[in-house]
């Protein structure tokens, strides 16, 4: 690391530009290579660069641009850099040496095999929620981290750190429900019915969902199709006083920050941490002001937890952070093999939860089942049913209608509800061969309908006729594509056709 | 990880384009959000991109462009792509997803405390030198194996490994000296002279060598100020039978070229391995053809090894992982408090070689006193001198000018010698008080020298007056700095006015 040089012999400023290049949420600085202020500091290719406007710094990551498109005297921002730093056209930006980066000694330690400590945890989570670790920086630290290599103590001072390093709901006293899915499973939106079924018998459920990170829908996406989700803490406070509960995205109010930025390396790294992954699921928790959480913790081969033993281990270290956290966790394993209800994509998911909350005959049974176990333990957890009485309490409420005015309800006060875009591009994919359906791949399923559009374009995504155990003729649909423009729907129909483990026929052998 | 897509509807390509980014060696493919390949490959920002073009693939980061400095239709590259693909104008290039990198599921493995198997280095060391590694899937393998986390067989394997990786020169029968220093301390540049005194004597030292990455001046920066060392491999034969040595730049030569790649990301994290440092000296080494090799190890507080322990530890590996791999070591720890000679910089180091060899009345005594030493081991490892009697050889060589002969005689090979620049702004730089020379920093140093220009500018740098111990009086120059420009000279005294404590003077206590 360069250490910064204690004097700055004439301010180093030069005009921002909003380059439009999207570098996934890393800053990037880019500055000619006769740019002057890049040779008075010392900078070079791969610099950490801090920028100050009107009071506010972030840090960047250097490329030098030896091309024409950027003039000496410019400083050029990449799309994360310039949405932290929101400068007006023709703003000059302060450019100097970050200061040095202490808290990678403890990165470097914890490298070595040493504890994370609390002020440790403290140091490393303040430096990366203020975004001064850069990408490599990060990946060291996700690394130092995975492979079990944070113990039970380290895991509770990582949460709180990552908690406190953002901001923090409070709803007052009384109990504040929450759920959360681990994930891997598309369609799985119970979410939208689980929060209307709780909230319908008087539990506060302010829920805040993510959007999709690389999933055909998140819940927020899916919900945005109903209502608006994009509201800022003092709408969100007055929709939770007005209804008992909300469904918005998370984006817009600042809860445990460290969490988004660590997401962005971890999801190409792909390195499985269950201390860092419990962190993440309850530092966000915590920072929303819950006091009881549900983990709907799927279980399957091509789900995030695969196995029985991952879900025994992940299940004791939720409870034993949660515990240590004062926060009340129930974790709820279910049956991870196969997407839940029928649409995947933001408007289809949306279609099958009106269809389960309007009661009507097409409604998706694993669905609305599956719903109302969840909001049953979260029923139990909060004290309005008897151990083991939850389950049927939500389906009451469910089946007689008052989860459905509750949702309206949760709507308008988010601003006004509408129905789901519909597709206008929308094609049958047949089955291959006679015979039972014996495997779902959801991991080929979720690549289908991102290649159709999902979750950018919100009416695109597949629409299922099958569920494991079916059986079925050659050429009967085996799901529909639905897509934004007829480019998508030939896109996304040619590499599902080459996709038979999607949706995998073996012929009968009897 | 992206699965490639087992078919393709339409090749997608694009119409390649310069764009003159310097991504510091990351290859960076850009493309406009608007571009067809980008919607119908479902690439995304931080995507790896397969880019193929005349049978040749290299694989990139992608960046979206929503800019207009793009067009939908073009690929931008960075320089580091650039290179790597040297398209011609117009040349357009096949984009698609790369193969599953799975070797990436070594890399996981050892996150999780499993040990890296031969198999595993050798694909893992393949992907890397083949390009397919991103900067983050580079820092999780760099940080796994951290930490003294490779135990001595790993070390065998990941050095083999990383030889095999690249192309290998061999020079018949019979011993092939070499050496390295392990670094951090500036101007040492006991190479040019250690190579003609070993070569007078009859021993054949082919020595390949770098240019500066963090400090102010590689061997190949300075020995460039004296003839050329961009020599491809042919030349350097050429030069090594008609003279029995070269020194010349390694980078023409593929040589472990892994470890090139491991280093931009090494350099940035900070994070020392033993083992990794090991298997990047010696998959070099043995790469070169070598069968003997000294490794000079400075041993001081800001030298790279800062202890003796650490000294002790690291030649106990060198030797055993030689060993594994025939090849001889021998590890000289030498005196890392301060820098050797007295210039910083490329031209002012080679001045300083040049002075030694010429035997001048000015001529550094530490640094021909090291050379002495240095060639002195490998005179003794080669069967040239016995046990002992090395130095005195060594120094009897550079006496009687046989060593400056012979580094003509080179020079003139490599393609013709020549003087090294001078600097044409220079300035002194004053003891702000009288005293003791206590202490010489040497990162300082390196800062300050690399300010005034080095090793870009070849004339810039530094020039010592004084050496720990000295006593010096108020105002007495303690160096003077060497710039190309009015501008960075100022810029450099600036900065150096404000670091006492590069040459630490203390007052005088009696």
Sequence with gaps: MDSRPNFSPSPSRLRLRRLGIDTYQEPVLFMHRDCPVCSSEGFEAQSRVEIGLAGRTIVATLNVVTGDFLAPDEAGLSEAAWRLLSPSPGDQATLRHPPPLESLGHVRAKVYGRRLTEAAAQAVIGDIAAGRYSDLQLAAFVTACAGDRLDLQETVDLTRAMFRAGERMRWGDGLVMDKHCVGG????????????????????????????????????????????????????????????????????????????????????????????????????????????????????????????????????????????????????????????????????????????????????VDLAGRACSLAGEILEMGGMAAAGAGRALAQEVLRDGRAWRKFQEICEAQGGMREPPVAAHVREVPAARSGLVAAVDNRRLARIAKLAGAPKTACAGIDLHVVPGDFVERGQALFTLHAGSPGTLAYALDYALQQPEAIQVVEDAW
Tied chains: 1, 2.
Aim: hydrophobic share 45%.
């Design 185 to 364: 499973i598309p369609g799985n939106r119970t979410t939208m019915l689980v929060v209307p079924i709780v909230a319908a018998c008087g539990l506060r459920m302010p829920k805040t969902s993510s959007r999709a990170i690389t999933s055909p829908a998140g819940t927020a996406d899916a919900m945005e199709t109903l209502a608006p989700v994009d509201l800022d803490v003092a709408r969100i406070r007055r929709v939770v006083e007005r209804t008992g509960a909300c469904i918005v995205w998370g984006g817009a109010v600042r809860l445990s920050p460290a969490d988004d930025i660590l997401i962005r390396v971890e999801r190409p790294l792909d390195l499985d941490s269950q201390g860092q992954l419990v962190a993440s699921i309850l530092s966000k928790k915590i920072a929303a002001g819950a006091t009881h959480v549900l983990i709907d913790m799927p279980v399957g081969p091509t789900a995030k937890v695969r196995s029985d033993a991952d879900a025994a281990h992940l299940s004791r270290l939720l409870h034993a952070v949660g515990a240590a956290l004062e926060l009340t966790i129930r974790v709820a394993p279910t049956d991870g093999l196969a997407p839940v209800g029928r649409g995947i994509g933001p408007a289809l998911e949306a279609r099958d939860v009106l269809a389960v909350l309007r009661g009507g005959a097409g409604a998706p």
